[in-house]
């Protein structure tokens, strides 16, 4: 299904907890379709498929949830409006940690079970929701998540004529800066770091005030830091993956592409470009990083000296809200 057919998106999680059994999965019940199924609803106008899922979680099991990594998108046909015909829907689903709240029935949801994978994977009515557990099931859920962002937008270089460090963000940066924040916010980020550049640091700089803290400076991980030695360099950016928790690190077009690339060879992940990407930014380098985009990388634990290996990486190439879904269209 392509992007002209699609009418209709939508985001969910598999929702998870951990228990003294080992992982538990909620699944809902929905009286509408009298079906068990994985949480999930439509985009509102200008929602990104994060928020949604954030969104969504909430209003349907009454969890304030933890993005984690991406899973994979279901596509499918559902009634148009009005009846006449069928229109494309995508549903992106994400890894969710519960962070707080309680369950309470509701017109949407009313009842949810946690269930180990193997009860859940039984109970759910459609097969879309069967395959989305299966893909988290193939790797731990408590994964560590490190968020790769490239700076916003700062104008060009050639019609800067002060320090090249001290370029700030352009008005189209700072827009885009508050999208970073909006989207990286819903990952958990316990720390930021960034590339001493300017336009670097004022793009992860609210997430750090939201935070209570400061921007970390990492001279490692800007071009010329880099690049000196991208041995040391790499190496680096596996030990803020090795601390664990959820590192927030912003850094520049000449660093990502090959710190993502030389971790997706060695580790074998197959790099997941969610956003679309030009064949000829494909060829021009391996691993893509707009100004303002994410790369969602997942690690497990070190299980040597080669520090944590790469499980999976996810591209976004914006954080601004997408375009609106027809939320109008009925059924599933």
């Not at 939508?10 to 929905?30: C, D, F, K, N, Q």
């Not at 409006?81 to 995508?90: E, F, Q, R, S, Y």
């Not at 009515?125 to 700062?154: I, N, S, Y």
């Not at 985009?293 to 954080?319: C, E, I, K, M, V």
């Amino acid at each position: 299904m392509n992007d002209e057919e699609t009418k209709v998106r939508a985001a969910g999680a598999v929702l998870w907890r951990s228990a003294p059994g080992g992982t538990e999965i909620a699944v809902v019940h929905r009286p509408r379709y009298d079906d068990w199924s994985l949480p999930k609803g439509k985009l509102d106008p200008g929602e990104t498929t994060a928020a949604a899922a954030v969104r969504e979680l909430h209003e349907e099991t009454g969890f304030r949830v933890v993005l984690g990594r991406f899973l994979k998108q279901v596509a499918y046909r559902v009634p148009a409006p009005g009846g006449d015909g069928t229109v494309g829907k995508t549903v992106d689903y994400f890894s969710a940690r519960v962070a707080s709240g309680e369950f309470t029935p509701n017109e949407e949801v009313d009842e949810l079970r946690w269930l180990r994978p193997a009860e859940a994977e039984a109970i759910l009515t459609r097969q879309g929701d069967v395959e989305t557990l299966r893909e988290f099931c193939a790797l731990p859920a408590d994964l560590t998540t490190v968020l790769l962002v490239r700076h916003a937008k700062a104008g060009k270089r050639d019609e800067w004529t002060g320090d090249d460090d001290l370029r700030p963000l352009s008005n189209a940066g700072l827009r885009q800066a508050d999208g970073v924040r909006a989207v990286t916010t819903l990952f958990g980020p316990d720390r930021v770091l960034s590339a001493p550049r300017l336009r670097c640091v004022q793009t992860v700089q609210k997430v750090a005030e939201d935070l209570g803290t400061e921007v970390i400076q990492e001279h490692l991980l800007s071009e010329e830091g880099y690049w000196a030695d991208p041995v040391l360099g790499l190496a680096r950016f596996l030990a803020i993956a090795g601390d664990g928790g959820t590192p927030l690190i912003c850094s520049q077009g000449g660093v990502i592409p090959d710190v993502v690339t030389q971790l997706a060879e060695r580790d074998g992940v197959q790099l997941d470009l969610r956003s679309r990407v030009t064949d000829a930014e494909q060829q021009r380098r391996p691993a893509p990083a707009k100004k303002g985009s994410l790369w969602l990388l997942s690690f497990r634990p070190a299980a040597g000296n080669d520090g944590p290996r790469l499980a999976a990486a996810t591209y976004f190439a914006s954080q601004l809200p997408s375009p609106s879904p027809l939320n109008s269209a009925k059924g599933e």
